[in-house]
Each structure stands twice: as C-alpha cells, then as structure tokens.
C-alpha cells in the first residue's frame, strides 16, 4: 500500500513554517493520543502516522530531502524513524508531549507517558538543618573549635539506603504500572493523582528494612567538631555541607548551618575589624607622655607610648594588631582610647601641690575644691 504524504498527515502545505508544522502535530498528538483512546488499534495507528511524518518534516534536512525525492529519499538508514510503539514516540518527542500535557511527556501521567516506568523509589533531598554556638571574643580573635551534638537522619547501613531487607528489591507497582501515577478521565480531560497504593513512589517494598521501616535513613544523634575561623563576627553563620538530614532513597543532604554569636568582654570590643580597648591613665601621663605595657586578646604584650599632652579619647592607633580579615591576610587595628584618673581623695601634700599647678596652669582659685575642679573640667573638656 502507497504511503500517504506526510502533508497531508499534518495537515499542513510545503510552505508552512515550522511552528505550524509542531502546531498541526501537537493538535493530531491530542486528538489520537493513546491514553485518550485506550485499546483503539486505528488511533494508535495514526499516532504513530503523525509521529513519524513530524520527524520528517521538523528536520531542515530531512525535510529537503523529502521535498525532493519523496518517500523514496527516506530509506537506506538516511530516512525516518519506524516507531514499534507508542513509548518511543514519547521518548523522541517529550518536550512536545510536555508542552502539551503540562509536563512530564505523557497524557496526565498514567500509561504511555513520561518515558520509562521508574525502577526504584524517587530520590529526595534532604533538608538542612541549624545550630547555634556562643564564643568569647577571645575566640573570635584567635579562632577556636566547639564540639556540638546534633540529632540527624542519616542513610541507613543495614539497607545501604535502599530500604529494604536482606539484599531484596522494590517491586513495580501494579496499580500505576510504576509510574507513581493514576489518571482520571473528566470528559474532554485527564487528571493524574499520585497512586495510593505506592504513594507516588511507582515501586513497592514488600520486604522494608527493619531499621528504618523502609525509608532508607534513620535518625541519629551525632556529634561534632566545628572548627571557627580568627574574625568571625558575630551573628555569622557556618555551613558544613551535608551535614544535615540524609536525603531519602540516594536524595542529596541538606547542610548544616551554625549560626555564631560572640558574647562581649569587659575590657575589650569589637569595631568593625579593630580591636578597641580604653586604657586609664593618670593626668601627668597625659601632660607628660608615657609608655604603658598592655596585654591584648591573644596574651601577648604590646608597649603603647602615649605622647605628651594627650587629650582624654584621642585614639592611640597600633595598625595590623587587630581582628584577623577573613580571606586575606591583612588584620584589622588595636585602637586604645586613654581615658583620666580623677582621684577622689587627696593626702594635704598631694591637694597643695595639686592647687599649686592649678595657680601655674592659670586656673582661677575662687575656692580650693572649685579651683581643682575647675581644672579637671577645663582639662577634660
């Protein structure tokens, strides 16, 4: 029997572009597709009809060669493709099917779509879980390492993730027929639900693993060692790749964050990357100038010279003493800010030579205690 022309299968004329060529196809697809006319031998027929006149005519070469020599330019391994049955049809041409039936390559998602039928449970991702640790600033200056417990689900060894017993095997569902999916036919519409009897899965474990009921993963409680980078700030967070939940039947885990707060210190704060520090000192240290030995984060010793006439906050800037730059190598600045030591009680000796300097520095003396306090405030002002 002489073939019919592959224009006339579509519908379409040599000169149609090729969206209409996919728009005649997509419209012949629905029309005969198998699961919308189940057990219909001449439906099927023309499906495949379409199928094969599609593959011609949406490939530039083929489709010369057609235009030219006809039916006969097919053949000798150069031709189109004879389709045995529906499924290869779906394989070939998915993103047609997808783009009509929503995705996926089927009608809804039962009996000739998608491809091939699954042959164990569909993989999922396992989800990241988080964990708080607290760290002095010392700590986050030098860096440290916190050891943290934390209940994970983990892939199981006695199935090696697979969730069945004794080296046995998931089997396909009947009722889905291992697509995980079943149709219901609305009139013009299919609508697919995910199968009850495998849950979605398209396999069975008729002999699940006693460990993790047959999930592939159990949880378990697990300790671990965080190790915290010099110069974290705090409220930062870590994250250790996959180390949270296991993903279920060979499903990716999720990660573990860890989220750092720094409690603060009394005699040291953080700015940014210096590492700030107020250092009391007496007023002729500061008139004078000194040298004033100071013991930072990290335990060592570091000489600060003051310089004479110092005013109460001007910052002493010691560069590369700081908080550690995370990625480079640079380092933030020991920044010390000189505060004065206002004594609260006086020998006479110490008043009157403290009274004395005031009448030197110009300080009016309306009254002994007003003359020196005047002084302080106009020093500190």
């Known amino acids: 029997m002489a073939k019919q022309d592959y224009y006339a299968i579509l519908g379409v004329s040599k000169t149609s572009t090729p969206e209409e060529i996919k728009k005649a196809y997509r419209k012949l697809a629905l029309q005969y597709h198998p699961d919308k006319n189940p057990d219909n031998k001449q439906a099927e027929d023309k499906f495949k009809e379409a199928a094969e006149a599609y593959e011609v005519l949406s490939d530039p070469e083929k489709k010369q060669r057609y235009d030219q020599f006809g039916h006969a330019g097919m053949g000798q391994g150069g031709g189109h493709q004879h389709y045995g049955n529906a499924e290869e049809i779906f394989e070939q041409f998915g993103d047609i099917f997808g783009s009509i039936f929503g995705g996926g390559g089927g009608f809804g998602g039962q009996g000739h779509n998608r491809g091939r039928a699954k042959t164990g449970p569909t993989p999922q991702d396992g989800s990241d879980l988080s964990q708080e640790i607290s760290i002095t600033l010392q700590e986050a200056f030098l860096g440290t390492k916190k050891n943290v417990g934390v209940y994970r689900y983990q892939t199981c060894t006695d ?196 009274l004395e300097f005031s009448n030197h520095a110009g300080t009016p003396d309306s009254s002994k205690d007003g003359g020196i306090t005047g002084f302080f405030k106009k020093f500190l002002g």
């Not at 999916?181 to 396999?203: D, E, I, L, N």
């Not at 999930?215 to 409220?235: M, W």
């Not at 250092?279 to 013991?295: A, D, F, R, S, W």
Request: charged share 20%; proline share 5%.
């Open 159 to 354: 199935c090696n993730g697979n969730g069945a017993a004794d080296n046995s095997k998931a089997t396909i569902c009947s009722s889905c027929r291992g697509h995980g999916q079943v149709v219901q036919q609305q009139g013009f519409f299919s609508y697919a639900r995910p199968c009850s009897t495998c849950k979605g899965q398209g396999v069975i474990i008729s002999n699940p693993c006693k460990t993790c009921n047959g999930q592939s993963r159990a949880q378990k409680h697990e300790r671990l060692t965080i190790t915290v980078p010099a110069g974290i700030f705090n409220g930062a967070q870590l994250r250790l790749a996959e180390k949270g939940d296991a993903g279920v039947f060979g499903g990716r885990s999720g990660d573990l964050f860890i989220k750092v707060t720094v409690t603060e210190q009394t005699n040291f704060v953080r700015r940014e990357h210096d590492l700030v520090t107020k250092l009391t000192l007496t007023y002729p240290q500061l008139v004078l100038g000194c040298q004033i030995e100071i013991e930072t984060l990290d335990g060592s010793k570091e000489n600060i010279k003051v310089p004479s006439g110092c005013p109460v906050g001007k910052e002493i800037v010691m560069p590369g003493k700081g908080f550690p730059i995370l990625g480079k190598t640079a380092r933030g600045n020991l920044v010390i800010i000189p505060q004065c030591h206002i004594p609260t009680k006086l020998n006479a000796e110490a008043k009157n030579a403290l």
